[in-house]
């Protein structure tokens, strides 16, 4: 199983810029298609990014241009950097492989208000 801690999150205000860490273990983690998740009040978690072992990158369409994914195999750590942050971007982020393979982590919580 992928075990995950994530971090980074915080509040910020409409168009600024947050990066989120999460450091994984496990055998199938630098293997894997890694990805960030969100979960916003009442509504079911979406992925957000995907990255391949080769470091294709993907993106739902709401973000695409304002977030970028990244990772760091030597240091077993995914990256998401979130730049022009909106208010619909406020959730609960998590990081799992895709598809996950393993309990879901504590996420950290992305806040965007004025």
């Known amino acids: 199983q992928v075990r995950v801690v994530e971090s980074g999150g915080g509040l910020v205000t409409p168009g600024g810029s947050l990066r989120l860490s999460c450091a994984g273990s496990?055998?199938?983690?630098?293997?894997?298609?890694l990805a960030w998740y969100r979960q916003a009040p009442g509504k079911e978690r979406e992925l957000v990014a995907t990255?391949?072992?080769?470091?294709?990158?993907s993106y739902t369409d709401s973000v695409k241009g304002r977030f970028t994914i990244s990772r760091d195999n030597g240091a077993n750590t995914v990256y998401l950097q979130m730049n022009s942050l909106k208010s619909e971007d406020t959730a609960m982020y998590y990081c799992?492989?895709?598809?996950?393979?393993?309990?879901w982590g504590q996420g950290t919580q992305v806040t965007v208000s004025s």
């Open positions: 799992q492989t895709n598809p996950a393979s393993g309990p």
């Open positions: 990255i391949t072992i080769g470091d294709t990158t």
């Open positions: 496990g055998i199938f983690w630098k293997l894997s298609t």
